[in-house]
């Protein structure tokens, strides 16, 4: 294809079909006012010389959202095989629809996306003349014209109702993330701030497909009052323990809450087939990996047992370094010893501590304790090699990617689950009809009964495959989220 491209006469790309905003898309990247050969022949700062160039040319709301737009629609921008039509062709052009652009066209426009790119959301958000631009973002998620005679709250709560009427089982409310890192105040709890990156990365997702209420149809009630939105949902149960899900190497004693909590779950939730440890081996992950039951072919057991010793181990060598070493030398005869250096008291539950034993087993070092807490990557150096393997890296990655900014939880009935780090106690979950995860709510006093919070997405072992729906007689009411 190399040959192809550097021999041919022309080069012609076909972007794709027309849209209505084309003519204004080619209009608004073609008016940056920057020569492109100066651009070529500048090598002393290239980014000053755009930087100049972008800020002395004034672009509107519409002109900006239908740049960024085009830029980031047509395929063909996000693919890195078309690079070497760009480089080899002696001559491009670019169709779109039978609109003719020229590549200096493009190349502004991309120039323009990647400025723009480098400025924060949330910092523009914090000049009042900039309201302008949140308000055209969430109008054109709408596929509307920015109404500037709306807040932006208004606008975006507007767009929050859309999202989850197009949205898969209420996916849409796990984009409102930890609000307190919001930029745009005085949301309604329901609402995202279209500010920050809505990450899928970010949600609580499973290779097995959550359906925890989805085989019932997904209802949403607007409201005169634009900060509320009326759903359909079922109080399942209400949380009474929490502990932090995730901390880091310089605070290992935290496995102690967990333990404590884990050690607390009754057996009973746990299906015929599934033990205690399987539980928290899952939960710490959020079953993002296939069950094993599933596919037998996929358990990576043996990572999580090496993780739960390190984690415990840690703990114990920053709390009493002979009980640690002593631990790590003979694990079975010492391992109450080491538990109670941590402050651990209570019985731990046998497949609990058959997996930390058979962590034991595959940590028979300090070191190698100390590199596999921290999750270090096996044959970044080859002194590591002995001590990881790639299961237990990988179970490290993701429950650091999942739990970090949440909380683990034992509710009333006995299940545990993991939830944003402001759940806390007395908060509600809730089953929304038509949901593929289960939510947390807080009500507050002086509201009426069904007057909620809304407080995140949850995982709730042992219903997050419909399970709830198979045993329980789910009575659906009205609730008002504000």
């Given at each position: 294809?190399?040959?192809?491209?550097?021999?041919?006469?022309?080069?012609?790309?076909?972007?794709?079909?027309?849209?209505?905003?084309?003519?204004?898309?080619?209009?608004?990247?073609?008016?940056?006012?920057?020569?492109?050969?100066?651009?070529?022949?500048?090598?002393?700062?290239?980014?000053?010389?755009?930087?100049?160039?972008?800020?002395?040319?004034?672009?509107?709301?519409?002109?900006?959202?239908?740049?960024?737009?085009?830029?980031?629609?047509?395929?063909?921008?996000?693919?890195?095989?078309?690079?070497?039509?760009?480089?080899?062709?002696?001559?491009?052009?670019?169709?779109?629809?039978?609109?003719?652009?020229?590549?200096?066209?493009?190349?502004?426009?991309?120039?323009?996306?990647?400025?723009?790119?480098?400025?924060?959301?949330?910092?523009?958000?914090?000049?009042?003349?900039?309201?302008?631009?949140?308000?055209?973002?969430?109008?054109?998620?709408?596929?509307?014209?920015?109404?500037?005679?709306?807040?932006?709250?208004?606008?975006?709560?507007?767009?929050?109702?859309?999202?989850?009427?197009?949205?898969?089982?209420?996916?849409?409310?796990?984009?409102?993330?930890?609000?307190?890192?919001?930029?745009?105040?005085?949301?309604?709890?329901?609402?995202?701030?279209?500010?920050?990156?809505?990450?899928?990365?970010?949600?609580?997702?499973?290779?097995?497909?959550?359906?925890?209420?989805?085989?019932?149809?997904?209802?949403?009630?607007?409201t005169p009052e634009p900060s509320i939105v009326v759903l359909l949902g079922c109080h399942f149960d209400t949380i009474t323990r929490v502990c932090d899900a995730f901390w880091g190497p310089e605070d290992p004693n935290k496995v102690l809450n967990l333990?404590?909590?884990?050690?607390?779950?009754?057996?009973?939730?746990?299906?015929?087939?599934?033990?205690?440890?399987?539980?928290?081996?899952?939960?710490?992950?959020?079953?993002?990996?296939?069950?094993?039951?599933?596919?037998?072919?996929?358990?990576?057991?043996?990572?999580?047992?090496?993780?739960?010793?390190?984690?415990?181990?840690?703990?114990?060598?920053?709390q009493d370094h002979g009980a640690g070493t002593a631990f790590i030398r003979d694990p079975e005869s010492n391992l109450e010893s080491a538990l109670r250096s941590i402050g651990f008291t209570g019985y731990l539950e046998d497949t609990l501590r058959e997996?930390?034993?058979?962590?034991?087993?595959?940590?028979?070092?300090?070191?190698?304790?100390?590199?596999?807490?921290?999750?270090?990557?096996?044959?970044?150096?080859?002194?590591?090699?002995?001590?990881?393997?790639?299961?237990?890296?990988?179970?490290?990655?993701?429950?650091?990617?999942?739990?970090?900014?949440?909380?683990?939880?034992?509710?009333?009935?006995?299940?545990?689950?993991?939830?944003?780090?402001?759940?806390?106690?007395?908060?509600?979950?809730?089953?929304?009809?038509?949901?593929?995860?289960?939510?947390?709510?807080?009500?507050?006093?002086?509201?009426?009964?069904?007057?909620?919070?809304?407080?995140?997405?949850?995982?709730?072992?042992?219903?997050?495959?419909?399970?709830?729906?198979?045993?329980?007689?789910?009575?659906?009411?009205?609730?008002?989220?504000?």
């Amino acid at each position: 294809m190399a040959r192809i491209y550097s021999q041919a006469e022309a080069v012609t790309v076909w972007l794709g079909k027309e849209e209505a905003d084309t003519a204004l898309a080619i209009q608004s990247m073609s008016k940056l006012a920057l020569d492109i050969g100066e651009l070529i022949d500048h090598n002393s700062d290239f980014y000053e010389l755009f930087k100049k160039s972008y800020s002395n040319t004034h672009y509107t709301d519409a002109e900006l959202v239908v740049s960024i737009d085009f830029m980031t629609t047509y395929q063909w921008f996000s693919r890195v095989w078309t690079v070497q039509e760009m480089c080899l062709a002696g001559r491009i052009e670019f169709l779109c629809g039978k609109r003719k652009i020229d590549i200096e066209t493009i190349l502004k426009g991309s120039l323009v996306t990647f400025m723009y790119s480098l400025s924060s959301a949330r910092a523009r958000l914090h000049d009042t003349q900039e309201l302008e631009w949140a308000r055209s973002f969430a109008a054109n998620l709408l596929g509307e014209l920015a109404d500037y005679a709306k807040s932006v709250q208004r606008v975006f709560s507007d767009a929050a109702v859309h999202a989850l009427g197009e949205a898969r089982g209420l996916e849409s409310l796990s984009d409102v993330g930890d609000r307190t890192t919001n930029a745009t105040p005085d949301l309604p709890s329901w609402v995202p701030d279209y500010t920050r990156e809505l990450s899928p990365r970010r949600r609580i997702r499973s290779a097995n497909e959550f359906c925890a209420v989805s085989k019932y149809q997904t209802i949403v009630y607007t409201t005169p009052e634009p900060s509320i939105v009326v759903l359909l949902g079922c109080h399942f149960d209400t949380i009474t323990r929490v502990c932090d899900a995730f901390w880091g190497p310089e605070d290992p004693n935290k496995v102690l809450n967990l333990l404590r909590l884990v050690s607390d779950v009754q057996t009973r939730i746990l299906s015929p087939d599934e033990t205690l440890s399987m539980l928290l081996e899952r939960t710490l992950v959020a079953d993002t990996r296939e069950n094993p039951e599933r596919n037998p072919a996929n358990d990576r057991s043996s990572g999580f047992q090496r993780w739960l010793f390190s984690q415990v181990c840690s703990a114990v060598l920053g709390q009493d370094h002979g009980a640690g070493t002593a631990f790590i030398r003979d694990p079975e005869s010492n391992l109450e010893s080491a538990l109670r250096s941590i402050g651990f008291t209570g019985y731990l539950e046998d497949t609990l501590r058959e997996s930390l034993l058979k962590g034991a087993r595959l940590c028979e070092s300090e070191e190698a304790v100390k590199l596999a807490a921290r999750g270090r990557q096996p044959m970044v150096e080859q002194v590591y090699a002995s001590f990881m393997d790639t299961q237990t890296y990988e179970y490290y990655n993701d429950w650091q990617a999942l739990c970090q900014h949440r909380k683990l939880f034992l509710t009333q009935r006995g299940y545990v689950g993991l939830g944003l780090s402001r759940v806390q106690v007395e908060d509600r979950i809730y089953l929304l009809q038509g949901g593929i995860v289960p939510h947390v709510f807080r009500h507050q006093p002086k509201d009426g009964e069904d007057v909620l919070d809304f407080e995140g997405e949850a995982y709730v072992h042992g219903i997050m495959y419909g399970e709830a729906t198979k045993s329980d007689d789910l009575q659906f009411r009205k609730i008002t989220v504000y």
